[in-house]
């Protein structure tokens, strides 16, 4: 497992695979599905393409893509302790300084 600091983000965001998803996961009680993977995979590419943390809006609107209107719904179902502190934790991100909702 990749150093992790005091909270649980992955200190180096280039260290995250998949299998450390699934660790972070197991840890926050979250067994990753199909909506999970879709919404982390959105959120390294978008990490990979601005080395920024996507803000919850632009993970929910890609899903409205698939899922329509329901997407925020669908998003804080997933991740039911909230976007920083869950779905940002599994996708590999440092920990937001500051953040949107969504």
Known sequence: M????ADGYLVDP???SENVAVALARKEGIELGPDHWDAIRFM???WEEHQITADARFVIWHLME???PGARNRLFELFPYGY???ACK??????PRAWSTG
């Open 90 to 95: 599994i996708a590999g991100m440092k920990r």
């Open 66 to 68: 698939r899922l329509g």
């Open 2 to 5: 990749p150093v992790l600091d």
């Open 14 to 16: 280039s260290q995250w």
């Open 44 to 46: 390294r590419g978008y």
């Open 84 to 86: 920083p502190g869950q």
